[in-house]
Structure formats: structure tokens, C-alpha cells
């Protein structure tokens, strides 16, 4: 920061209670090792994340569909500068994988050394539970292989 | 400049909404107001929403919002006009399709306020004056503020405490009629006095509540009204806004909004109409002073008048201007980005008669409407004009 | 809040630096217990709270005056629902006075029963160190008396 | 729809500004805009304000400004389209003015960024993209997500590092050359490559800095332009803007933005211009594989073929089209809501022929100039073409 004068401001500190019901299947999903997304029962569209209306024909008669979790990578990061929330981790690796059902998904790649991640790569999305206990979900190398 | 109607309306219920994410709530509005309108999500080349956020998870409301709602590669923005947000964001889209730019465009209004605790809320609403000179030491909430201006007019006019509750006690009585309203329960002057003071001399009552919400108009240009063949379309007639100071203490005085006053000749001007011409009006009533001012900057009366309107009842269905008939912010409820675009929502309604229950349904002499949406404290001012 | 299902989002803390480099005065007279206006070389015109540029007729060069600090209550109000950061205080009581040297001043009004304040009360706008150190000012009646 | 040019520029220096607030901030480029213009504070019937905030203290922006500016009683809009944010304000008065409603109007683009630690600016920045789905488990950063196009780009066209690198090489040395740039210093390759990583693949000089700054523009409609005896005013041709989805996986690719292309090809249609008829644009070069991108989206050459460019110095002053020659985001500094305004501001100095150094005046044959402003990753995009 800057040497200029400066009066600090009352601290802000704010944290959300995001709804999830019509999405909870979802959430309950991953505690039972599933990953669920939704489909249109009116126009057949697929998504993942899940959504609870149909953007496409605006029907609000959606499927839970569990998903094989079976892709490959389309692409990924490492990020190093993380944001204050981040700050306990270590850095980590963002991955975006094409789902063998058409539908794409982000989330941290894990169990691979950085080195050996290639785009193409074969990963699977697994439900995980974080050490601070937050439900979520994570790519994993499909089997174990030298490149 | 094109004539703009406004060919679809929709508006989900107000309320703790906590069932759905900003996301769904949005959607629940936008739905109604496409199929009104007859149009699909892939019909719309421009979008603007009207959210102030910071009280939900999503920073980027419009592209969460149009993403959800299928809404995506439409041209889109998002405007902030402080609680005018939303009739900001209906003049964005305006003087969008009035240029020539588009032949529709769909306004979105919405809120999502009960993520966060009462006392966040407070705070966070409290820093939106002018944060250095009135809240970081000085912790002005926004009762605060608005009580400020109940105490200089009191004092002025010799208007009374029961004079505001007169306020609370009729828009409730019309809330209790809207299924869409936050509070559908009528109250006494005795309820308005004997609930705990928020900010002297406001009292709960004299507040609306935090509320969830959100509303949808499809706006059209002439030709394309024609072209789809709307039946009773309700046309723009006149936008005025203004804006205030930022700074309280830089005001003249405290009796009345200048950003109001201003706005309101703007737009009687250009609508070429006069406030006896109004049969029906939605005013920014967040507390009980601020729809007597309203009265008082719009024209409806004169200055230090506008406590006498409320006491003889001629801003009821039956009396000279029904003002609030949904339940006015202060019953129906109050999520900011959305109040605006809620206005618009009811006064078409009423211009095309078909408010139910009959009750609550103004009489139309001329078929002129108007909203008056406040931002901040005066901070800015939107007057729009419909007209059927 | 509501019982519907919610997933608590990532607390977010802010608090920022405010610069004060151009009305640093106006903070270091409060510790000399000084309230400064700042007063248009060109155009005369006096402000309070001060500006570095004046509004009016956009010249940058500004006087420092110094006001009395006698002026009358134009408005006020108990605030007793306080927000977050405030909830350490007790409800506090906010006034607008009209200063006589023509400018308006918003603050707390301390030292003076509730049922004592009316509009038109005489005070004057003192410098204060608040008990946390914040520097700050405040009215006070202009003299102690019966109402 | 009547004409609209841009009558009037300001712009502050651009850095790290912890000198000023964010309203003696704006009044810098304000103040310079109406001199310009030959009109004061009153002249301005709309104002509209472009500012993301939450890194500094004041909730209303647009009101703090305006009171500071001595603009209060004008009409008054505040936009946000996440890092177009200047260019939606652009948007919003330029309709405001073509639609007949206002003869005149003023854009203030104004973002205070570092009243935050850097690691607070990395959150909110973070959290604007899709909330829930990318930042809540996942924190993905500003660079993070264009790190994600980065690598699919390079492993798609066999681009490289060193050819990021260049973007920034380039940016830097025009930056170099311009006094009111937040960096005026040139680097090399090696500098970029041995730069510390961000968001792999890009290091810290793939990467605008967090800046302050503010900018200004004046807009009038043709009969105001002559009234006030304009000399060269700079009429806008044409503006372009479009949307992508908030969620990053919902996107078709990562090689390119879908906004950026929609809203080009508008723009390009309205302006009645061509790719190859631009003699200077403003890209959006937040991050150098976003520069690349942008020589794609907007058809400056094939898709794959961006990194050729940069490698055959086509974009540089005497190439093809010289892009970015006031050292860009990535030299001059993204002040969020500033950089769209900005953006109008030196395309305006441009094409007026006063640009100084001469070295840093891109030569002119067709007098039309591009702006490309993209928000978040392509969440929204706004491109702007102007004409003298
Ligand atoms: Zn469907
Ligand atoms: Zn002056």
C-alpha cells in the first residue's frame, strides 16, 4: 500500500446464505458419491452444473441424471496468486474436462503431478468432502499412467 | 424519437425468499413477462438489469441472470440508480429501443436481500450516502437518513406520528389484498405507534421491510407493437430523473426531495400531462415520510399539504389519486433493484383494468399512470409516465 | 433467516484505505481542536465537510477557514437500530445544525438528554478523539439550560 | 437516430493513486472534458457514470461524483458490465443522446482500486465470474480464467510463451512513451518469461496491473456539435455489444470470445466499416492472450493467426493495424471502470492527429478507429467504432 495519508475504513465483513433448494439434490448427491446434473424432460437439454429451469424452452420440469464423472481435459491452470479465502491452500490446479454425456466441468484436478497434465487427458469427477468439510467435487487422473 | 410500449409484464412474489437463488427468482419474472409479450428468450437483442447486489453471492447479476434465462449474446448491462434502480434500468432499455437501436428489449429488476443478516443489510444500505462524512463515523442508517427528514417536517407543518402511521395503516390495507405482496395483513394506527423505534421518530412500522423479489417488462417499439399485434399496449409517455446531493448536510432543506421535484416537471413536460391528470400512482413510500413528500414533490398538493391528503384519504381507490394500491414498498415490500420495474409491472395493470380484486383496481378517467421511485435519500430520482 | 436449505458462502472482509492527502488539514486540525471549512479562492464559495476543488466553478485553489462552530439545530434523530460496525455503541443521536458562517454540519449530538433536544436548540461542533481512537467531531449544546 | 459525436475528452494519470479519492480522482478528467467542450457543470443535462466500486468506500458512486463535479439536479445512471464497464456508460449516454432525449452528455469512467490490499482485489475480482460454481469450491482468480484460454489457445495453434510475451513487449513500449500510462517502462521477453507465475501459463507481465485512474468524454448530437463550433469532432460510427455465460464451462471453446465476435460484427454492420478500414484500435489486452484473441474475434486476421501478428509486428505503429499504442491495459493500467472511457478518449486524440510523441501517432487514412472492451472473460463485449 501507499504511503499517503490514508484513514482506514470500518471493516466489511459479509458472508452469504445462498439458496439451494431446488438444486439440493445435487448437494445431498455428492454426500452419497454421485454426481447429478439435470435434463429438460420438455426439450431434452443437459446440464451441468445442474439448473432448475430450462433456459432454452423456459420448461421448469427437469431430471436428475447421474453422471459418469468420464472426461477429458479441454483445459487447465495452475493458480499460484490466490485470493484472501484461498490463502491456507497450496496452489492448485483448475481444469475444465469435456463429460463423456456432452456436457463440460470445472474444478480442481487432483492426484497428478503437474508435469504430467496434458490436455486430452483421461479424468474422472469425484464427490469429495474438503478437510473444512465442504461438500464438492474434483478431477482425478481416470488411471494411473506414465506420458 | 420511436414511441415505446410495454408489451409484457412479470413479477414473482415478494417476499423472504430464500427458497430460490437470484437466479430462479429472476427467471420466475422473466417468464411471465416473455409469454405476455408472446416472444422467446432468442427474440430479445437487448437486456437491462436493474440489482444493486453486494447482499448475494453473485457480483455479475446480469450475465448470471441472462445466462440462466437463455438470455445469452443479447446486448446487456446492468445500471444502478441506488432503490431507482430499476425504473433506471427501464429508461436504459427506453432510450434503447426509442433511438432506433432495437425494436425490443426486456427489463429486468431484482433483489435478493435475506442472504445476508439484518444487521449487514442495515449496514450495508447505511454506507450508500455518503460513506466518509455520514456513516464511518457518524453510522447513519437509512431510517437515519429518511428520519432526519420526518423530524424537519414534523416540525414544520405540525404533521404527527399518527399522520405517518396513516401511511403504513392504508398500504397495508391494499397489501393485504395483493398475493403478491411481502406483509398481507392489514394494521392499526395503534400497530404503527406502539412498534419499537428504528430510527426516532420511525418506527418499525413506519419502514418497509428487507425483502426478496424481482419483475420483468418487455418493451417494444411501435412498429413491433403493431407487428405483434398487442392488445392493449401501455405506452411510455415520459421520463423524468434527477439526482441530489450526495452529502446530506449540503441540502437546502429537509421538508422535501429536490431530485423529485425536479424529475416530476421533467416528465409531466414531456408527457404532456399535469398531476390532476394521473388516475393512479406508484410513489417510493421506503418509510411513511417519504410518501407524504411524495405527494408534496409531485404536485399532488402543497407543501406542508401533504400529511391532509393522507388524513382525508384522497390517496385511497375512490379519492382524488390512489397512491401504493399494490401495497407500496411498504407492504408489498421493497427489493431494491426491482421496486422500479415492479411499478411499471402494476401500473400496467391498472391502465389495462384488470386488477383483481376489483378493489383494488383504480377508476380510469384518462388512462395516465405514474411511478415516482426514489434512489437513496433523494439521491436520485426517476419519474416515468405511462399512458394506455 | 430462513430455514429453506443454504450453503454459507466464503466470509468476505474488506476495509479500505481512504485518501485524505488533499484535506489532511481538515484531520489534523480535529487534533488541534480546529474545525476547517474550505473556502474558493475564485468564486468565494465555503464548504463543509471540505473539498479539495470546488463544484462550482472548478478551480483547485482553496482556502482553509477556520469556523466557530456555533450554529442551530436544523434536524435530528435517535438511531437505535445501528448497523453492524455500530453495534458496539449505544444508540446515538445524529443532528444536522445550520453553522452561522452559512454551511450545514452533520454529526453526533452527545451531552444532552433526549427529551432536552429540539430544532432550533443552539450547539456547537466540537473535535473529538472517539474511545478507540478514531478523531472525529461532535455537537454539544452551546450552553447547559432548561428547556 | 441522430448523430453523436464525442465533443470533449479527459483523462487522469493512471497508477497508483492513493493521492486523491475517488471523487477528487473523477474530477480530473471531468474537469478537462468540459474545458474541451467549452461547457460547465450546468451545460450537462445526463450524466452517466461507469464504476465497479467495492474497492473503495463510496456504495454511490455516480452521486458522490456528481455532488463533488457540481453535476446534482443532472439525470443520472450508474452502469456496470464487469471490465466494459466503460464502454456500457459510453453505450448508455450515446442512446440517451441519439434518441433526442438530451443535446448533450457526459461519461465518467472512474475505478479506486488500491484502497484494498492486492490479495482482497484478487478475491473480488475472483468472485466475478459465476459464484457459486467457480469460486466457492474452486477460487478461480481474474488471471486464472484467462490462464484456462491461454492454454487451450497455445495447444490448439502451437503458439507460445515467447509469443504472449510479445503482446506485452509491444504494450510496454508505447506505454513507455505515454505520461499518463501507470507503467512507462519498457521490458523485454526475457522480463515477461522470468516473471513469476500467476495462473499458469501466465506470469505476472501476462497481466495488467490493479490501477486507479478515471477518464472522460463529452458527447453532443450533430446540431449541438455545431452550435458549440466544434473543430474536429469525433462522431461515433457505430457501437457493438454482446454477451457470453457467466459459468466458463458452459462455453462452446476457449480459443476465442463469442461476445467479442457478435459485438464486433454489429458494429462493423452499423458502422458500415470493414476489419481492414480501421487505422488504429483499442483491444482489451487485460491479459496478453487476450490481446492475441482479440486480433481474432474482431477479423483483424484468421482464427489461429493472432500470434503471427504480434510476431510480425503488424500491430505495431506502420504495421497492419496498430493496436494498443498507448501501452494498452497492460502498460496504462485497467482502472475497471475508466478503461472503456479511456479507451474513447485516446482513439478521439487519435484520430483529432494530437497524439505526442509523433512516434505514438498511428497514421491515419480512413479516419476510423476501433475500441474492443470485454468484460470479465468475455462475459460481456462492447466495441465501439468512431469516425472523425
Ligand atoms: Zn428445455
Ligand atoms: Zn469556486
Chains 1, 3 share one sequence.
Not at chain 2, 408489451?7 to 409469454?35: I, M, P, Y
Not at chain 2, 440462466?68 to 441506488?82: D, N, Q, W
Not at chain 2, 422535501?256 to 421535484?261: N, Q, R, S
Request: net charge neutral; proline share 4%.
Amino acid at each position: 500500500m501507499s504511503e499517503m495519508p490514508t484513514l482506514p475504513s470500518r471493516r466489511l465483513e459479509i458472508s452469504y446464505n445462498i439458496p439451494i433448494s431446488r438444486t439440493k439434490k445435487f448437494w445431498d448427491g455428492l454426500r452419497e458419491g454421485k454426481i447429478y446434473g439435470t435434463k429438460c424432460r420438455r426439450c431434452g437439454k443437459l446440464y451441468f452444473p445442474p439448473v432448475a429451469d430450462c433456459g432454452e424452452c423456459y420448461s421448469s420440469e427437469m431430471d436428475w441424471v447421474e453422471l459418469s464423472g468420464e472426461g477429458e481435459i479441454v483445459t487447465f491452470t495452475h493458480i499460484i496468486v490466490r485470493p484472501t479465502s484461498f490463502q491456507d491452500q497450496q496452489p492448485y490446479t483448475v481444469a475444465i474436462a469435456q463429460l463423456k454425456e456432452g456436457v463440460k466441468a470445472l474444478a480442481w484436478l487432483k492426484d497428478v503431478k503437474r508435469k504430467d497434465i496434458k490436455v486430452g487427458m483421461k479424468v474422472k469427477l469425484v464427490p469429495r468432502v474438503s478437510e473444512d468439510g465442504r461438500v464438492t467435487y474434483e478431477f482425478r487422473p481416470a488411471e494411473k499412467r506414465e506420458y | 424519437m420511436r414511441k415505446v410500449a410495454i408489451v409484457g409484464v412479470g413479477h414473482s412474489k415478494f417476499g423472504e425468499r430464500q427458497d430460490v437463488n437470484v437466479r430462479e427468482l429472476a427467471f420466475e419474472s422473466v417468464k411471465t413477462a416473455l409469454e405476455e409479450a408472446g416472444l422467446t428468450p432468442r427474440d430479445i437483442p437487448y437486456v437491462s438489469v436493474g440489482s444493486i447486489g453486494v447482499w448475494y453471492e453473485e457480483p455479475l447479476p446480469a450475465v448470471a441472470i441472462a445466462e440462466y434465462c437463455g438470455l445469452t449474446g443479447s446486448s446487456l448491462i446492468r445500471v444502478e440508480a441506488a432503490c431507482a434502480t430499476g425504473s433506471a434500468a427501464v429508461y436504459s432499455a427506453y432510450t434503447a429501443v426509442a433511438s432506433g437501436y432495437f425494436d425490443t428489449a426486456l427489463v429486468i429488476g431484482v433483489e435478493k436481500m435475506r442472504e445476508v443478516d439484518t444487521f449487514t443489510a442495515v449496514e450495508l444500505m447505511g454506507r450508500a450516502g455518503s460513506y466518509l462524512w455520514e456513516f464511518e463515523n457518524f453510522g447513519l442508517t437509512f431510517p437515519g437518513y429518511y428520519a432526519l427528514y420526518a423530524t424537519a417536517y414534523m416540525n414544520r407543518f405540525g404533521a404527527s406520528e399518527e399522520d405517518l402511521a396513516l401511511v403504513a395503516v392504508k398500504n397495508h390495507r391494499y397489501g393485504a389484498m395483493n398475493p403478491l405482496a411481502h406483509i398481507q395483513r392489514e394494521i392499526t394506527v395503534e400497530d404503527v405507534l406502539s412498534s419499537y423505534v428504528v430510527a426516532w421518530p420511525l418506527k418499525l412500522y413506519d419502514c418497509c421491510p428487507i425483502t426478496d423479489g424481482s419483475a420483468a417488462v418487455v418493451l417494444a417499439s411501435e412498429e413491433k407493437v403493431k407487428e405483434l399485434k398487442v392488445d392493449t399496449p401501455v405506452w411510455i409517455a415520459g421520463i423524468g430523473s434527477s439526482s441530489g446531493t450526495g452529502t446530506l448536510s449540503y441540502r437546502s432543506d429537509f421538508i422535501g426531495l429536490d431530485a423529485a421535484v425536479k424529475a416530476s416537471r421533467i416528465a409531466y413536460k414531456i408527457a404532456g400531462v399535469e398531476p390532476r391528470d394521473i388516475d393512479v400512482a406508484e410513489v417510493h413510500d421506503c418509510f411513511t415520510i417519504a410518501e407524504l413528500m411524495a405527494y408534496e414533490d409531485l404536485g399532488f398538493c402543497g407543501r406542508g399539504e401533504g400529511f391532509k391528503m393522507i388524513r382525508e384519504g384522497q390517496t385511497e381507490v375512490g379519492g382524488k389519486i390512489p397512491v401504493n394500491i399494490d401495497g407500496g414498498l411498504k407492504a408489498k415490500g421493497h427489493p431494491i433493484g426491482a421496486t422500479g420495474v415492479s411499478m411499471m409491472v402494476e401500473l400496467t395493470k391498472q391502465l389495462r383494468e384488470e386488477v383483481k380484486p376489483s378493489s383494488r383496481q383504480a377508476p380510469m378517467k384518462n388512462y395516465v399512470a405514474l411511478a415516482h421511485n426514489v434512489g437513496g435519500t433523494g439521491h436520485y430520482c426517476y419519474v416515468t409516465i405511462l399512458r394506455r
